[in-house]
């Protein structure tokens, strides 16, 4: 840990956070700003619902592959030198998209941005807990998820506004110097943090299989949007995948450092509580996906508009969260998890109320018990699996909650994208691309959307249930 006692040092230390703080507002605001403008992004650039998906997927399938290396190349490099890289990788990308000529090569940089992403994720908390003595991490930590927060909360808004105003280029250009302000703070005031000299191997080959496999499943889930999921190429896609799960679990169990930690599943709880964070994750993704093209194309709301519900939103999600913590305290983190999940069932079951005439606050309005839900979950969901794990592989039990989130949001974006595209077409009564589909066909199929996931999540609410019923107290 970094240890400086003098007065100096601790401005040194506050000033770090600052830098870490700022790098957690620009990753928020590009996630955020992003998630608002997919619709825009659609029409200005002239591309289709299943293509534009891959705005998103490409960036999530690459976070989810370079984040299990950014711990690595940290204890090989130092943490301020590849936070910084990652940083200045960020600005440089996000320029890149913003001035990308067509959809493709926006994808295509997107992948460049998570790269840079991925570090700031990664290594964000790892600095301020080696910054910060045990004592005030609690407290760090805590205004740094405010941030983040705070970023989730601005960044749609924000967006909105200056999207609507200037153009989809504009949320881009916008990244840009609010990553170079990011590494110029963490250049001036991050300590050195020298690396560890750490000897453990990076499991090269099971990040591969992640990221081919991945891929695989979300280029055949939106392809058999265009073509159909009988074509020969998408049913390949589906074969090919399953080989790369396979390949996957085979090289887990035989080398030395593993992604997947099969010992941990051994226990019941850990079991119980990865499989609903990976559920959750499918759900929750999936239709915060397919809400801004709903209010945008359905409801015919602005991309301001379509910001403001998604902010409210966000910054209700993170005021239930610490309330969620402290009813963990009280009745336990289980429970929790429980009344979470249940409050997501019916927050899905009103939103499936939703209808082409209800409006802004209308919609607004029924959104709100899924943050409710979301909010309760994560945290207590979280709490249990650490809770469960060996005190000697927390890190690994860390490690494989983000792996599971990742994984599930990746794949609830190309899932429920297919079956949303899908149920349009067949509301629509001809095949028919989302991003010019008869609103009513939209809506009758977002509502559809939300009573999958409710069915999905309340079968998920009783089998957690029925399975801890068997579990020993």
């Not at 998890?337 to 899905?348: C, E, H, K, S, Y």
């Not at 249930?465 to 068997?470: A, D, F, I, Y």
């Amino acid at each position: 840990m970094y240890k400086d006692d003098s007065s100096g040092g601790s401005v040194r230390k506050w000033a770090a956070l600052l830098a870490v703080i700022a790098g957690l507002l620009v990753h928020a605001l590009n996630h955020s700003i992003i998630q608002a403008a997919l619709p825009t992004l659609s029409q200005e650039l002239q591309t289709d619902f299943a293509t534009i998906q891959w705005v998103l997927l490409s960036f999530q399938i690459t976070l989810t592959v370079v984040i299990l290396s950014v711990g690595r190349l940290a204890d090989m490099f130092g943490k301020r030198r590849i936070y910084i890289a990652g940083l200045l990788c960020f600005a440089l990308s996000s320029l890149l998209c913003a001035l990308s000529p067509n959809v493709y090569f926006l994808i295509g940089f997107r992948v460049l941005q998570s790269t840079g992403a991925a570090v700031v994720t990664v290594l964000s908390l790892a600095i301020v807990s080696e910054v910060f003595p045990d004592e005030e991490k609690g407290r760090v930590l805590g205004i740094s998820a405010g941030a983040n927060s705070f970023g989730h909360f601005v960044g749609p808004t924000l967006g909105g506004y200056l999207i609507g105003e200037f153009g989809w280029r504009v949320g881009f250009f916008l990244l840009v110097p609010c990553g170079l302000l990011a590494a110029l703070l963490a250049a001036r005031y991050i300590p050195a943090l020298l690396p560890t000299g750490t000897t453990q191997q990076f499991d090269l080959w099971g990040a591969a299989l992640i990221g081919a496999t991945m891929f695989a499943f979300s280029l055949g889930l939106t392809y058999g949007q265009q073509v159909g999921f009988v074509h020969t190429y998408v049913l390949l896609l589906f074969i090919a995948s399953a080989i790369g799960v396979a390949a996957f679990f085979w090289v887990e169990r035989r080398v030395a450092h593993p992604v997947l930690d099969f010992a941990l599943f051994r226990n019941r709880p850990f079991s119980l509580h990865i499989a609903l964070a990976g559920l959750a994750a499918i759900a929750t993704s999936g239709v915060t996906f397919l809400m801004p093209f709903f209010m945008q194309f359905a409801l015919g709301l602005t991309i301001l508009q379509v910001g403001f519900v998604m902010a409210i939103v966000s910054i209700e999600i993170a005021l239930v969260a610490p309330a969620a913590g402290y009813l963990a305290d009280r009745i336990g983190a289980h429970r929790v998890t429980l009344l979470g999940l249940a409050a997501l069932v019916i927050g899905f079951l009103t939103a499936s109320t939703s209808y082409q005439d209800i409006g802004q606050m209308g919609f607004l309005v029924r959104m709100l018990p899924m943050g409710v839900g979301i909010g309760l979950f994560m945290s207590p969901n979280s709490t249990v699996i650490m809770a469960v794990a060996p005190r000697a592989r927390l890190g690994v039990a860390s490690g494989m909650i983000g792996l599971t989130r990742m994984m599930g949001q990746t794949a609830g974006i190309a899932l429920l994208g297919a079956v949303f595209a899908s149920n349009v077409a067949r509301y629509a009564g001809m095949p028919v691309d989302v991003t010019q589909a008869p609103p009513l066909a939209i809506s009758q199929a977002f509502r559809l959307q939300f009573l999958i996931v409710t069915v999905v999540i309340g079968a998920t609410l009783l089998w957690s249930l029925k399975t801890r019923q068997k579990q020993p107290a």
